[in-house]
């Protein structure tokens, strides 16, 4: 006997990848419920080689019954309808950043801290991290294991997937546009995002930082347990998918770049790509459809006693969205819950 899975917000980029990738994962579910808005309910959404799921309205769906709530529908709506279907006996899996730093909810990375996912019986809510600090955490972890990390300034390079399917509908409108000199103003970003980069994900906070680097600081800290420092500029950039990040760890006591590489080599989902010559590295392009998260550009900083460089890439609608919910949901099924 299988599990009963709802996925919340299945019209969207990351329900929609969700949905596959419990396909393609054979996740034990006797049930998958696709649901979203309103507006929504009726459309049909693939699920494997030949079944359709028929998208249900999320207002006032009774989630008595189901096993799973793997939730991406934004913010606000898991605000309302989380704790609904938490209450209701359903073990919720949010992606948005509603609950991420709440102490009574665990923050999950299944390879770098699955130990704190037996914490999720306090309110029934596991959340799932940033898209960033996920691809992040996964090569600090085995670093971090041999040496403790003192300091990071990270510089993102973050496609525009992370901000929906209207955000890949800008670029790639906007790009089509300027090759028909038919410029158009930016809708959805705050400058134009056709051949260009612009210094800004999420809302400004006093201190001048956004709300994404702020994320990333805060939810590293809370998933490695550590009192790392940390500097983030998070930059969106005209790519549709796969995050990159030029990552500069500071330690507290020398590694050596082929202690780091052996290190990362042998992490749980993670491939290290480091060739010292032209195109021996990996790119957003590479990564796309992929759920590894890989490392290139192994080299000391010699400009501080215990520095390292690290170039990290990751498709962030599967790693760093659907595929680690999935793997948060195949951890408790296998090892926390019940045999079905």
């Known amino acids: 006997m299988g599990y009963r899975v709802a996925v919340v917000g299945a019209t969207g980029n990351v329900g929609r990848e969700i949905i596959k990738t419990l396909s393609e994962r054979e996740f034990p579910a006797d049930e998958v419920v696709a649901l979203a808005s309103r507006a929504s309910a009726g459309k049909e959404i693939s699920f494997g080689e030949d079944k359709t799921l028929e998208v249900k309205s999320l207002e006032g769906f009774d989630f008595g019954g189901i096993d799973f709530g793997l939730f991406s529908p934004g913010s606000s709506v898991s605000r309302v309808h989380a704790p609904r279907a938490a209450e209701a006996g359903c073990i919720v899996i949010d992606n948005t950043s509603e609950f991420r730093m709440d102490e009574d909810v665990p923050l999950i990375v299944p390879e770098v801290n ?106 590293t800290q809370k998933i490695l347990e550590a009192d790392i420092a940390l500097s983030a500029t998070c930059v969106r950039v005209p790519t549709f998918i796969g995050h990159a990040e030029a990552v500069n760890i500071e330690f507290h006591d020398r590694l050596n770049e082929d202690e780091a590489r052996d290190a990362l080599a042998s992490a749980p989902g993670v491939i290290v790509l480091d060739e010292r010559h032209d195109g021996g590295y990996v790119t957003p392009v590479e990564c796309a459809g992929e759920d590894a998260t890989y490392v290139s550009r192994i080299r000391q900083d010699s400009s501080v006693p215990n520095g390292l460089n690290i170039w990290v890439v990751s498709d962030n609608l599967r790693k760093g969205a659907a595929l680690n919910a999935v793997q948060i949901a195949e951890e408790l099924a296998y090892h926390h819950l019940n045999a079905r």
Do not use: W
Request: one cysteine or more; hydrophobic letters at 40%.
């Open 114 to 219: 699955g130990h704190a996912i037996a914490d999720f019986r306090q309110r029934n809510i596991i959340a799932n991290p940033n898209c960033s600090t996920i691809q992040m955490v996964m090569a600090l972890k085995p670093l971090h294991d041999l040496v403790p990390i003192k300091r990071i300034v990270v510089a993102t390079y973050q496609s525009v997937s992370g901000s929906g399917k209207a955000a890949m509908d800008e670029l790639f409108d906007h790009t089509r546009a300027i090759y028909m000199n038919d410029r158009k103003n930016p809708e959805l970003f705050p400058k134009t995002i056709a051949f260009n980069v612009i210094p800004h994900i999420d809302t400004f906070l006093p201190d001048g930082s956004t709300k994404e680097e702020t994320k990333m600081l805060r939810e």
